[in-house]
């Protein structure tokens, strides 16, 4: 399912085929269960509470850290400046405007210092920052970039989905805001294209690991979304 010869086949007779496409299509039905996974109706429509958004930016925000760490390997990897810039310039929205909206977050639904300095991180929680730092430490270039396709498109996709309720909670309209914005679908579009253009390139085994990368990356997020949601 994740071999160079299975892309091919799909991308037979289609007009415009896109490796990032197919990629998405072979990550069904975890990929739509976490573009439409209720946490974000709930975020959206104002059920979630003070307490439950905190809780779920707290596990969220565990992932700054080995996600930016990842970023760096990007831009470690990437074979070109221009790629540089682009990720470099995502690096410091990373580090400056969603931080920010963390450490408000944190501030104004009273997250003890404890609770953000040492969290008690969920097991998925955990998996996740592994997968991280594993592609990071170990992946290529279109490994990484893989993740950072999964990581921000399902983003973007959930955010342009949903609908705010008037009156909803101005850092709970800020998280809408960082994932649905003119620049982040820039920039989705560009992770996009960059992707597509490297996996052309990659040799059949790379392909393959590259593919099953993206689709564990998704999983992955299905898994942690399930375990953030309120009951």
Do not use: C
Not at 168 to 181: A, K, R, S, T
Request: proline share 4%.
């Amino acid at each position: 399912m994740t071999t160079r010869s299975d892309w091919n086949a799909w991308a037979a007779g289609r007009e415009s085929a896109r490796i990032t496409d197919w990629l998405r299509e072979i990550s069904e039905p975890d990929w739509s269960a976490t573009v439409n996974h209720p946490l974000f109706d709930a975020l959206a429509e104002g059920r979630l509470s003070g307490e439950e958004f905190a809780a779920y930016m707290v596990q969220d925000f565990g992932f700054v850290d080995p996600f930016t760490a990842l970023i760096g390997h990007a831009i470690g990897h990437a074979p070109t400046m221009d790629d540089r810039v682009v990720l470099g310039q995502f690096m410091g929205m990373l580090t400056s405007d969603e931080n920010s909206t963390f450490q408000r977050t944190f501030e104004a639904f009273d997250v003890p210092a404890a609770q953000r300095e040492a969290p008690d991180y969920l097991p998925q929680t955990l998996a996740f920052r592994e997968l991280l730092r594993d592609t990071g430490q170990g992946g290529g270039y279109a490994e990484i970039m893989a993740v950072l396709v999964v990581t921000e498109w399902i983003y973007l996709e959930w955010g342009l989905r949903v609908t705010r309720v008037d009156g909803l909670h101005p850092l709970m309209g800020e998280w809408i805001d960082l994932h649905d914005n003119p620049a982040f679908q820039d920039f989705v579009a560009w992770l996009r294209r960059r992707l597509d253009e490297e996996a052309e390139g990659l040799d059949d085994a790379a392909f393959a690991r590259m593919a099953e990368r993206f689709r564990e990356t998704v999983v992955k997020e299905r898994a942690f979304h399930n375990a953030v949601q309120p009951h």
